[in-house]
């Protein structure tokens, strides 16, 4: 109750006040697409694909959605808003508490000493920092609650809490940031080698828990993971890696404002630290060092603090470190960028030192009420510079002002007067409409978006149309925002959503496509990966007869076998049907769909499924009940 009462009263401004509102990326990205995805659930439909992104886009491949992650699903059920995202922090930062109470209560002896950690964690400069970043947010949320099931499960009890330490893996998974996720898994990874050494002969029984905590979350992750995957691979991420970047890792100077919150000049609106402001804020209380070192120095909790704190420190010093070159032997770790993401995992660390130096003053010095002293101090220093001065938390105007004022405008001028089965197209990251992501909220069909996981091909397509203008003609654009004279200007070149090509050229790479889109003009001809050459007639039409955001029906006339494009971005999981046969997809154009259809007249339906979801749900399935028949096994009677 306690801790309920605090994180109401916490973020009792950014919830009721109308001059506060979310911010960056909660607003340009979380809060249209988990509105999007909502309002699609409500009306019986799971948006597998919307054709409101990058001409096209797999969304619910795209973890950063969180369709899967349950404690959003009362906001999903009940609409969601921009004061919903800022309830899903609120309930993330109770998460965070709670977890971190739970699991010092197995570590420490005085329970005011419990809720102390849980302040400095669940309250801390890395949740303050984050509060625009949802996904992440929540995974981290769930950290505590993972080094508490693996406790309790080395205590007594494994398998069910095993199963509870699954259930908060698979929720870190699900909340939509899988860097977070990673580092969760690993700073479990070193709190059970911290146990290991001074108890050696149980390293198996903890190499077990730890096994099957991670298989039993990745399992029920599994519906998100699987189409995650398939989209990381053809996305623009499938060939980063930063396995030498320099970029969002550890400096010095930034943890001066463990001691001084405004050191960077975060609070004061003069921030001179590195870039991006949001990576590096870490207050936690001005209590938090001194109780720390008082932990270390006179408690057993310096050694599973220690173990986690200084490889995970080492680690986000970045190549300079060195330890971060090691980054190459954990799957998919160099795929991640901004190494002091990892904050979190000394953060709590630290809070549990705290809690313990805390817990060795209160046993030692029996002072009326030094534990309420410590406890509204701290709580009400870190509410003072995490949450009401601190303008990474949220934004000091409301979301109309800031936000949707612009969008109604962007409805009624370009929405409201778009050609239907055209697109419109901006420059990237265009926030002169409202969130970035406005064309979900606006039912726009535009050629941008704002997602780290853009598909490669459609990427470079764009990529080349910014030097080959005549690629907008291919693309079914009709109208053009002007960025320079600030007008939106028609394209009298504009091609159909569905169209036969008059000449086909064949490719054999996607090299070859690429290198063909500098000097490609689709009114004249397209290019397309198929294995030998493809004859177009010279007479045949192709009309779109029905369309839904994740099917087309096309109908066509065509005197001998031709190319039908489908001016849409090409992904797996696109499947076309010609009466009871299914046509194979041909990628056209480098980034768009085409198929060959026979000669005479004929309907061609469109329709998205995706590949791994399917495979995804039943493995999530077959976790779900094993987790539950270990939860319930020992409460059944023989």
Known sequence: MLLGACTLAYYWVPLTAHSASIQWDAADMHYPLQKYFADRLLSGKLPFWTPYLFSGYPLLSNPEVG????????????????RSIQLELALGAFIACLGTYLLLTRLVSDRSAAILGAF???????????????????????????????????????LRYTALGAIAGGLMILAGYAQTAVYGFL?????????????????????????????????????????????????IRAGASYSSNTEGVLKAEPLMTLIAPDWLGVISGKYNGPSDQTQYYFYAGIFLLPLAVLGALKTKLRTPALVIIVPALWYMAGPAGGLYYLGKLVPGLHKFRAPVQGWFVVALALALLAAAGSDWLFRRWHITGLRIALLGVLFLDVWYWNAFRNPLAYARDSFENLYGAQEELGRQQVAATQPPLSRFHGPRNLAAMGPLDHPLDLKLETTYGYFALEPAVYNEYVDAMARNPKLLDGLNVSRVLNTAKGTMDANPGVLPRAYFPKTVVAVHSTAESKQALETLDPTAQSVALAPGPISQPTAATATVVSYDEQSYRVRYVIPSPGLLKLSVAWYPGWRARLGGRELPIVRVDHALMGVVVPAGEGEVTWQFQSNYFAAGLAITLIAVVAVAAVGVAPYIKP
């Open 120 to 158: 400095a964690y669940g309250f801390s400069g890395f949740f303050a920092g984050h509060s625009s970043h949802v996904g992440l947010f929540s995974a981290a949320a769930w950290f505590p609650w993972l080094l508490w099931a693996y406790r309790r499960a080395m205590d007594s009890a494994a």
């Open 67 to 82: 369709a899967w992650y349950l404690p959003h699903w009362p906001f999903f059920l009940a609409g969601v808003t921009p």
């Open 187 to 235: 700073g479990l990874g070193l709190y059970a080698l911290s146990g290991l050494w001074s108890d050696r002969q149980r390293w198996l029984r903890s190499a077990a828990i730890v096994a099957c905590i991670l298989t039993g979350a990745l399992m029920l992750a599994a519906l998100q993971i699987l189409p995650g995957l398939e989209l990381t691979s053809h996305s």
